[in-house]
């Protein structure tokens, strides 16, 4: 059975850190694209990290770069998502998914595999 797992969400204070984890399994994470996505009550949802399986490169919005870090251990079929410098606008249910890579993977383009999400409360 193909699932995602996500884990690490929970409360912090404007300022905190938080890592996120995605877990994988019945496929090998490596050779898919990886997504980060959240939604907050009220809003769509949207991309806020994305590495690509054929380099690795890694792209972010404008409003969580320098801030978010996505990453992946392919050793325990597992990505990352370091979330610094928190702030209450970060609030929001937050999933993973994994696919392929598309120029529109903001709105969720490509992607095959979702999580069920975890949720990130920033506030004081």
């Known amino acids: 059975q193909l699932q995602l797992v996500e884990s690490g969400g929970g409360l912090v204070q404007p300022g905190g850190s938080l890592r996120l984890s995605c877990a994988a399994s019945g496929f090998p994470l490596e050779y898919y694209t990886i997504g980060w996505f959240r939604q907050a009550p009220g809003k769509e949802r949207e991309g806020v990290s994305c590495i690509l399986s054929s380099d690795g490169s890694t792209l972010y919005p404008d409003s969580v770069k320098g801030r978010f870090t996505i990453s992946r251990d392919n050793a325990k079929n597992t990505a990352y998502l370091q979330m610094n410098s928190l702030k209450p606008e970060d609030t929001a249910v937050y999933y993973c998914?994994?696919?392929?890579?598309?120029?529109?993977?903001?709105w969720g383009s490509g992607m095959d595999y979702w999580g069920k999400g975890t949720l990130v409360t920033v506030s004081s």
């Open positions: 998914a994994a696919g392929t890579y598309s120029s529109t993977w903001y």
